[in-house]
Every structure is written in structure tokens, then in C-alpha cells.
């Protein structure tokens, strides 16, 4: 029969039960060691690979910027003829990020977009100067005139010298296109041949009414109105309500400014002086 493993009170467990069991306790400790051993040597494997891994990404990094740096430091620096003949034919460098306008960006693109867009600004009003009628046929203004000026706004727009000088002003607020539609007003009530009243009102309604014209003046919705009821059938008073508006407008805006404007003053310094020679 097989000897019972388990211990009897009372009794001396046997020789071999006690090697065996010896043996075993020998094997499970061993055992034990050598899962440790195995856990540890595998997490410093793991470790020596993520340090690895963690050298080969970040170290060319750093190598890239340092050789970026001595790229730029060992450039010669590029004068402003070259970098516009650059941009005029379209090239760009590798720092030129075409499709970020953010202004964060690094790169010049923002600046080349604000400049193109000035300069079709200018060249806008430039045509749009160019297609401007001459100033009206005036004599040289007196010294009485020119004072009278200042005392009211009817005074200056009474005069062919005054509506001169005062559009000259307004050229340089970009706003001469209240005084051309005010003229224009002024011209067509003088017409009385119908055909010529009806083409005179489809002209001044495409260059300043319109709002697709850029000689557009400001007008509210309520004139707007007005001005297209009366263009079904077009007289010497379509844009009267217009007319009135506008010629507020320059007189509570703009001639406050004139008045004070360079223009005025060596106007009036200029005529002051000769009537002292004199």
C-alpha cells in the first residue's frame, strides 16, 4: 500500500515524507528567484528600448535645428532688390507657407497679400480719377471771397472757386463723389429737352446711385426708394431728395475739416500775402 501523505497526530511522519517535501519547497523558491530574475532583466530590457526609442526620435531633431541655425547664420543676407524680384516672379522659399494667412505665421505671405491689395487699391483710384471731369472754369479767388468761405458752407458752394477748392479737399478723403453727384444733380435741372433729362438721369443713376459703381455715394434705404419710383419716368427733380442729403452730408462732415484743412489755410495765407504787397 502507498504510504498516506498526510501527518497522524501522535505519529513521526516518515523519512522520505520529509525529503520529499524538502524537495519540493526547494523547487518552488528556485522557482520563485528565477521569475524575478526573468521580470526584472525584461524591464530593464524594456527600458534600455524606450530610451533608445526616445534618443533615435528626438536627437535628429535637435541636430536639424542646429544645422537650420547654422544654415541661417551662414547666409548671406538678401537685400531688399532680390527679395522683391523674387516675389515678382513668383518664386517662393521653404519657409513660404502659401495657404496659412493666420497671423501667427512665420512667413511673409500676409505682408505680399496687404501690399497686392493696396496697390489695386491705388490703381483703383487712380482709373477712377482719371475718368473724373475737369473742375469747373473759375477765376482766381479774392482774399473777400476766400474769408467769406469760412462764414458759411451756402457762401462756398456758391462760388465756382470755392466748389473748387472744396473738391480738391474731398479728392483727398477719397469722397469727391458727393460733390460730382451734386454737380450732376445741378446740370440736369437745368435740362429740359426729355430725351436728354432721361439719358442724364440713367447716368448719374449707374455712377452714383448704384451700388455696383465705385463713384457710389451713401444714401439711405428711404431715398433709395424715392429715386426708384421716380426713374420709371425720369425729370429735372428724380434725385432732388438725394441731392438735399448729400449736400448735408458734405456740409455737417466735411467742411468742418476743410476749413481747417491745409489746403484753406495756405489758400488763404497765400492770397493774405499778396494783398499785403500790394
Known amino acids: 500500500m502507498r504510504a498516506s501523505m498526510t501527518s497522524v497526530p501522535g505519529k513521526e511522519q516518515p523519512f522520505y515524507f520529509s525529503m520529499w517535501r524538502q524537495v519540493v519547497l526547494y523547487f518552488r523558491t528556485h522557482s520563485y528567484h528565477a521569475d524575478n530574475c526573468q521580470a526584472k532583466e525584461n524591464l530593464q530590457n524594456e527600458d534600455e528600448a524606450d530610451i533608445k526609442a526616445a534618443q533615435w526620435i528626438f536627437k535628429p531633431m535637435g541636430s536639424e535645428r542646429t544645422e537650420i541655425r547654422k544654415r541661417q547664420m551662414a547666409a548671406p543676407p538678401e537685400s531688399p532688390g532680390a527679395a522683391q524680384a523674387q516675389l515678382s516672379t513668383g518664386n517662393r522659399g521653404s519657409n513660404a507657407c502659401c495657404f496659412c494667412w493666420c497671423c501667427c505665421c512665420s512667413c511673409s505671405c500676409l ?145 468742418p475739416r476743410f476749413m481747417n484743412s491745409a489746403i484753406y489755410k495756405d489758400l488763404l495765407q497765400s492770397l493774405s500775402e499778396k494783398s499785403i504787397e500790394a
Open 111 to 255: 505682408t505680399v497679400r496687404n501690399q497686392e491689395e493696396d496697390r489695386a487699391r491705388r490703381t483703383s483710384h487712380e482709373l477712377q480719377a482719371e475718368g473724373i471731369p475737369n473742375c469747373e472754369e473759375s477765376p482766381a479767388p479774392t482774399l473777400e471771397e476766400v474769408n467769406a468761405w469760412a462764414q458759411s458752407f451756402d457762401k462756398l458752394m456758391l462760388t465756382p472757386a470755392g466748389r473748387n477748392a472744396f473738391r480738391e479737399f474731398l479728392r483727398t478723403e477719397f469722397s469727391e463723389e458727393n460733390m460730382l453727384f451734386w454737380m450732376a444733380c445741378e446740370e440736369l435741372k437745368q435740362e429740359s429737352n426729355k430725351s436728354v433729362i432721361e439719358e442724364k438721369a440713367r447716368l448719374i443713376y449707374e455712377d452714383y446711385i448704384s451700388i455696383l459703381s465705385p463713384k457710389e455715394v451713401s444714401l439711405d434705404s428711404r431715398v433709395r426708394e424715392v429715386i426708384n419710383r421716380n426713374m420709371l419716368e425720369p425729370s429735372q427733380h428724380t434725385f432732388d431728395d438725394a441731392q438735399l442729403q448729400i449736400y448735408t452730408l458734405m456740409h455737417r462732415d466735411s467742411y
